[in-house]
């Protein structure tokens, strides 16, 4: 758990009141008479108004408030304000807020005094312990209640796609590790310590999940995706909305729409021109997003920078209103992507000038604008487009009312305040969000080869072990700017010499940097190493020659996968394949890890080195996860979330995909001209121990359109001698439609943990939406025909088939 000297406060006086618990505060208490047995007096009229009353009707309340809105006050709700060391520049209110433009209020106030890693500008001495934090955001909330004109309550934001970005939150592997369990349960977990932490610090509203599909894994920002298939993405996804929600807190997925595939994957100042088709856009890049809203009540949704179609989404009426709202029934608000407004002119130029932005954004249907500038910049323009009449107030008041009913829905106009503050320190990176955050790091690893059964290794086979690689020792790469700062990160080497102990020496060598001088230029021709490149090879050299054993931990770090980090390639960055073939050449044992945040073409390691493992960007226990997974504590069972190709000119090659779209050209698995597999399939993993499949029962199998759900079981039974899970998959082929369907597509999929020697009986169901598709007309309909049913362990590994007839 992360240990900080606790900091010396201000002047604390604990404030009750009827109405909450009890709320402490770090300045003394006020005089102020609004706070009464069952209602707060908000605009202090000494009288209970409509939307001051807990009893009244929710619309009721939405009604009455906009009602007493001066133009002033419901433009300021309309604007986020970046928090302390981004925009804002003091942590606490003072006398001068009065005279900004948010004595009006505001809508939300965003990273407000979370120590965001790596921007120095944002420490602050209020981050932590949780309960200051706490206290601190009450003194900023009080601000609103007790010096605004009508004390609207602020909506604090956050990130949180790997835990809460704040100080010494509990940290979680990056969301393709995440992916890569294919656990909802876990991801309920995640998002339960994740709103829960959110909640008693003093947040609102948590920027996650990321739903967007990396179909393209030369795009930067892969490492921040559930994985590549809608099916997944859409059921993990639903998961953290649920569980964040229950937590009563807002969970705001990004990023909406179709953000993940601008053109040749290129982020940076690119980040757009998608080529999707309509029915691929429906099919496959909206579908996460369309379940969340649906079945999750998503509260929040951030709205994209990229276009499509030639319309840039955040100034999209079809997309913000009409899918969204008129199709979709969302209740919630949106939120703009930081410059995604000011993108309208700057990157898409369809505007003439920022005020010409906010019209097109706000006639669209954005609620929120969010950007790194101070809130005003959008304030004042929009004022004067509703004074020239270019917007109506009815627009106004639609966007308000839903930034307001969200407020009223959280309990704010109840209860604005943190209660019971010094409790988060109790609750933040607890004992047993700990456990959770282990158990993440361990179920995102992915074995990825294992030919000669080196693993798991016998801790005590080999006297002297050589830890190298750029990522032996590097920690950064579970520290993200959008998740928790300050936490203890256990580094490969860390977590291999605690397990081992006594039992072996555990030795290190650098071996080589990530890249050198010479990269990015060597993606495009191999560049023999520098002088200081070779060296770190030869040093590792020298120590492999007086190890027995050799972990070589390989792969990216922050500066080469992330937000504007977009590649050319796929291969090892700089010389890290130089230092695995030199280690190959000494003739030693080679466990490769692979710590990445996007598939690699890692087609020679696949070629040479017998043990592979996959870890992702294992997140703060990932040191420890890996060694346990060497040494046969624990046994890997997660699952590729996303396809590994062999090259990046086999790009796009994804999961799912068209029929006959990825077919070769005959001669097998290398045509007259190209490659034609995957080096590794979506749903690929293996194990230390072996899975059959037996007995599968389709009921009914012969039913028609209008059935209400299918029974797909069948047994799994642990044939090996080490415990272990297995990821059971279920996938759906329609056999002839209408239109031209996917070769497979995921239905079902399930975790399971047997013993050696254990059978468990498993059930999935099937439900209308699962054989459906969009017919010509763009209609989702359930067409008559045959379907096959593939059960396996990967997208390409069938163990069990069948068939359900729909007449």
């Not at 000297?5 to 604990?14: D, E, F, V």
């Not at 939300?108 to 005094?113: G, Q, R, S, T, W």
């Not at 310590?193 to 892969?222: F, H, M, Q």
């Amino acid at each position: 758990m992360k240990i900080k000297q606790l900091i010396p406060l201000l002047i604390i006086g604990a404030v009750s009141y009827n109405t909450v618990s009890a709320q402490e505060f770090i300045s003394k208490k006020r005089k102020v008479k609004i706070y009464h047995d069952s209602w707060i007096d908000f605009n202090k009229n000494n009288k209970k108004e409509i939307y001051e009353d807990p009893n009244q009707p929710l619309d009721a309340r939405v009604n009455d408030l906009i009602s007493q809105m001066s133009l002033d006050e419901k433009t300021c709700q309309m604007a986020t304000l970046y928090g302390f060391g981004r925009v804002l520049q003091d942590e606490l209110p003072n006398a001068d807020w009065k005279n900004r433009v948010y004595k009006d209020g505001i809508g939300n106030i965003d990273e407000h005094l979370n120590g965001l890693a790596y921007h120095k500008s944002a420490e602050t001495e209020y981050s932590w312990p949780p309960s200051n934090h706490a206290k601190a955001i009450n003194e900023v909330q009080r601000f609103f209640v007790e010096d605004t004109r009508l004390g609207i309550p602020v909506d604090f934001t956050n990130e949180g796609i790997r835990g809460l970005c704040h100080d010494g939150a509990t940290s979680f592997p990056a969301q393709i590790g995440i992916g890569s369990t294919w656990d909802k349960d876990l991801v309920s977990e995640i998002g339960a310590i994740t709103g829960k932490e959110a909640r008693v610090l003093g947040y609102t509203n948590v920027y996650s999940p990321i739903l967007d599909l990396a179909r393209d894994p030369r795009w930067g920002r892969t490492v921040e995706c559930y994985g590549e298939d809608p099916y997944l993405v859409s059921q993990l996804g639903l998961a953290m909305v649920k569980s964040i929600k229950k937590q009563n807190v807002v969970a705001t997925a990004k990023h909406f729409a179709v953000y993940s595939a601008p053109k040749g994957g290129r982020d940076g100042d690119a980040r757009t021109d998608p080529h999707i088709t309509e029915r691929e856009m429906h099919e496959i890049y909206l579908e996460p997003f369309r379940t969340v809203v649906q079945e999750g009540g998503l509260k929040g949704i951030m709205s994209s920078y990229n276009d499509y179609n030639g319309i840039p989404v955040t100034g999209s009426h079809y997309f913000l209103t009409e899918l969204l709202r008129d199709q979709w029934g969302f209740k919630g608000y949106v939120v703009s992507d930081s410059w995604a407004v000011g993108g309208l002119k700057g990157r898409h130029h369809v505007a003439e000038d920022f005020k010409e932005t906010v019209y097109l954004s706000v006639m669209a249907g954005l609620n929120v604008r969010t950007n790194f500038s101070p809130a005003e910049d959008f304030i004042l323009p929009l004022r004067e487009l509703v004074e020239e009449g270019r917007i109506p107030m009815r627009v106004i008041d639609d966007r308000v009312k839903d930034v307001l009913r969200v407020k009223f829905e959280l309990g704010l106009f109840d209860s604005p305040y943190v209660n019971k503050a010094k409790e988060a320190d109790a609750i933040v990176h607890g004992a047993e969000s700990e456990n959770i955050a282990l158990k993440a790091s361990r179920e995102s690893l992915v074995l990825l080869k294992n030919s000669e059964n080196l693993l798991p290794i016998k801790v005590d086979a080999f006297k002297n072990i050589l830890v190298t690689g750029p990522n032996a020792k590097a920690i950064n790469h579970s520290i993200s700017r959008y998740g928790p700062s300050n936490v203890k990160i256990q580094s490969v080497y860390e977590g291999i010499k605690t397990f081992v102990g006594d039992k072996a020496n555990v030795n290190f060598a650098q071996g080589c940097d990530f890249y050198d001088a010479n990269w990015p230029k060597s993606e495009l021709y191999s560049i023999a190493p520098d002088e200081v490149q070779q060296n770190y090879i030869n040093e590792a050299i020298k120590a492999a020659g007086k190890s027995d054993l050799i972990v070589v931990a390989v792969g990216d770090n922050e500066d080469t996968v992330g937000e504007s980090k977009s590649r050319t390639s796929l291969d090892l960055p700089g010389n890290q394949l130089d230092l695995i073939k030199a280690l190959y050449a000494t003739g030693k044992p080679i466990v490769v890890v692979l710590i990445n945040g996007r598939p690699m073409s890692i087609n020679w390691v696949d070629d040479h080195i017998s043990s592979i493992i996959e870890a992702w960007f294992p997140g703060e226990y990932g040191g420890q996860a890996i060694a346990e997974a060497i040494f046969g504590a624990y046994n890997p069972g997660g699952k590729l979330s996303i396809t590994f190709p062999r090259t990046a000119g086999q790009i796009p090659y994804n999961f799912p995909y068209k029929r006959s779209s990825q077919k070769g050209q005959g001669k097998g698995d290398i045509g007259q001209t190209r490659i034609n597999t995957a080096l590794y399939p979506f749903g690929y993993g293996l194990s230390y121990t072996t899975f059959e499949y037996s007995d599968i029962k389709i009921t009914p199998d012969n039913t028609s359109k209008d059935f209400n759900s299918i029974s797909v079981s069948f047994k799994l039974k642990n044939t090996g001698e080490y415990e272990g899970d297995e990821v059971v998959q279920l996938y759906i082929q329609d056999e002839y439609a209408s239109v031209v369907t996917y070769t497979k597509v995921l239905r079902g999929f399930e975790r399971v943990t047997l013993k050696p020697g254990e059978i468990k009986e498993i059930t999935m169901t099937l439900n209308p939406k699962d054989l459906s598709l969009l017919n010509p007309e763009m209609e989702r309909v359930v067409e008559p025909g045959m379907f096959n049913v593939f059960i396996g362990s990967s997208s390409e590994d069938d163990r069990l088939t069948g068939q359900i007839i729909i007449k």
